[in-house]
């Protein structure tokens, strides 16, 4: 026992330091739901469950469930694979992606309060991709990256032993690089290469309601922002380079969430949530370079809303085990026109299995989930015609230790 012990403090403490050492965290898609083992294990039905510290990013309303301080640390690795079927080897995107997340809670010693607080650290939003540079999608896209790294002061105030509510402010910074060859007929293609850093301030607030032990419901709200993208754009070709400050402003959705937990029995916890993310509001978007021979160089998108539907189920074998089950259905944001290998979208369906061991004091928490896409052909013209296939693997670990 004492071993197993100073295993899950370690773990925690490594997953910790990754936070430090690692220079760069990429995701697949904008949008990165999986921020904890256990909820992620219960295809991410947690918002009326929301019991460990990363409701900081579940719903902020559950951190009144914890007492005394809690710190909850977690590792994700995905291993995406997306082709456009037939196409040669330089036409498959599998660049795999570490993302990290660290949350702590605290009452500050006053169990009996109604307040608590919380600090998170996650990367809720990322992009990772990654072709041949001489492959049929190089004036599409070489290699492209963003990562929107979120760091989460959060309060929440139990009001009776009924009603919970908390909020959070979001701090954003993100990291952007994208590369795209540049058709230079007669001579060799140039290349085109921006990146840029950025900042924003956005909220996110959560509603628990204990109906009864047996019947809870959970509601969260993140809001919108937009991040302007500042830095260096600089266009390569055989006759010279020229490198000029600029810019790029990306919108993010607001999304609204909303689950329901049902305990039949004490061991057994079942829940289904539904969310909505308010992706039309990204159009496009605009390098600015002023003076540049590239400045207003667009990227289309034209995103439309989106929905995820999530089902999860949650068995307490003893005191120590606990197993987990879930799924996804998640509806496609990118229409066929804009559609882009940055982020070959496609319905989706995600499957995930889990389990975990606690004590009053450590837990780890362990998952695998499978990602299976919907074929999708595209038609718009572009490199990118034709049937997309895809799929993506990821382990998630997360450790936590309570004082």
């Known amino acids: 026992m004492k071993k197993l012990r100073q295993l899950i403090v370690g773990a925690t403490v490594f997953v910790a330091v990754g936070l430090l050492v690692v220079p760069r965290v990429f995701a697949l898609g904008f949008d990165n739901p999986d921020q904890d083992a256990r909820a992620t294990a219960q295809g991410e039905a947690f918002v009326a469950q929301a019991d460990d510290a990363s409701a900081i990013y579940y719903n902020p309303a559950g951190l009144t469930q914890l ?41 500050f010693g006053m169990k009996q309060s109604p307040w608590r607080f919380g600090l998170g650290f996650m990367v809720p939003f990322g992009n990772a991709a990654d072709y041949d540079r ?28 009924h009603l919970s509510l908390g909020a959070g402010l979001n701090i954003y910074l993100a990291d952007s690089i994208l590369n795209r060859n540049v058709p230079f007929t007669p001579f060799p ?14 909220a996110t607030a959560g509603l628990l309601w204990k109906i009864t032990p047996q019947h809870t419901i959970g509601l969260l709200y993140r809001s919108p922002f937009d991040i302007n993208l500042k830095g260096n754009a ?20 607001q999304s609204v969430k909303a689950g329901y937990a049902f305990r039949p029995i004490k061991q057994l916890k079942l829940e289904a949530d539904v969310e909505w993310i308010n992706w039309d509001t990204l159009n496009s978007l605009v390098l600015r370079a002023p003076g540049a021979a590239f400045n207003g160089t667009a ?16 068995y307490e074998i003893d ?11 998640s509806v496609n944001t990118v229409p066929s026109s804009t559609f882009s290998p940055s982020v ?60």
């Open 134 to 161: 001489n492959g049929s999608f190089r004036y599409l896209v070489t290699d492209a990256s963003l990562a929107v790294y979120d760091i989460q002061p959060t309060v929440a105030y139990k009001v009776n032993d």
């Open 299 to 314: 990227i289309p998108f034209n995103w439309k809303d989106s929905w995820y539907y999530e089902f999860g189920a949650q």
């Open 189 to 202: 293609d140039g290349n085109l290469h921006f990146g840029g850093k950025g900042d924003a301030v956005g």
């Open 344 to 403: 070959p979208d496609s319905n989706r369906h995600v499957f995930s299995v889990g389990g975990g061991y606690s004590t009053t004091r450590y837990s780890v928490d362990l998952v695998y989930q499978y990602s299976l896409s919907v074929d999708r052909t595209v038609s718009n013209g572009s490199a990118a015609d034709g049937t997309w296939q895809s799929n993506c693997q990821e382990i998630m670990i997360t450790s936590s230790v309570k004082f």
């Open 319 to 329: 005191d120590h085990w606990t197993v987990r089950g879930g799924y996804i259905y």
């Open 67 to 107: 007492s005394g301080t809690e710190i909850t640390g977690g590792m994700e690795l995905q291993f995406p694979d997306s082709r456009l079927k037939g196409a040669g080897s330089g036409e498959e995107m599998n660049t795999m992606s570490y993302i990290p997340q660290l949350f702590a809670s605290t009452d």
């Open 234 to 253: 600089t266009l390569s070709t055989p006759l010279g380079n020229q490198t000029v400050s600029s810019s790029a402003a990306i919108s993010f959705p």
